[in-house]
C-alpha cells in the first residue's frame, strides 16, 4: 500500500492518512473499534462473521461524521474487498498481526516502528554524497 500525504495538510486522523476513500475509512475504524471491544484481539473465525455482516450489510453503527451524526447507519463492504483494500493492508503495514499458531488477530503498535525505519531510512539518504556524473564519450 501507498501513503501519500501533503505534510502541510496533514488529517488529525489517522485512518485519513492511510486509507484513500471514506468508505474504507469508516470500514477500518469498525475493525479496530470490533477489535478493542473484543480484548484487543479476535480469532479467525470472529473475522470471517465480521466481514460477513459488513458484506451483508447487517452491521450496524453510529458514525460522528456529518450527515450521520447521532443517526444508526447500515454499513455494507464487499468481503473480498474488506479483505484486500483492508485488512491485508493494515497487516502488511503492521497496524494489526496475525497469529499463524492461534490464529488470532491483534492490534498491533508496529506501525510505528516502521514509521520511523522509514524515516530514518530517508535521513539516510538524504545524507548520501551525490554521485559524480561523468559525461559520455
Given at each position: ?105 491483534r ?25 559524480e ?5
Open positions: 500500500m501507498v501513503i501519500l500525504f501533503d505534510r502541510f495538510n496533514l488529517p488529525e486522523d489517522i485512518y485519513e492518512v492511510i486509507f484513500a476513500t471514506k468508505q474504507q475509512v469508516i470500514v477500518a475504524k469498525l475493525i479496530i473499534e470490533y477489535m478493542k471491544d473484543n480484548g484487543r484481539e479476535i480469532g479467525k473465525t470472529e473475522m470471517s462473521l465480521f466481514a460477513t455482516k459488513l458484506h451483508e450489510g447487517q452491521l450496524i453503527t453510529s458514525i460522528n461524521e456529518p450527515p450521520f451524526i447521532g443517526k444508526k447507519v447500515k454499513v455494507s463492504y464487499n468481503k473480498r474487498q474488506f479483505y484486500d483494500r483492508i485488512l491485508t493492508p493494515m497487516k502488511s503495514m503492521g497496524l494489526i498481526d496475525y497469529d499463524l499458531y492461534k490464529k488470532t488477530y492490534i498491533s503498535k508496529r506501525f510505528n516502528n516502521e514509521m520511523v525505519g522509514i524515516g530514518l531510512m530517508w535521513i539516510r539518504e538524504a545524507d548520501k554524497l551525490a554521485h556524473i561523468k559525461p559520455g564519450k
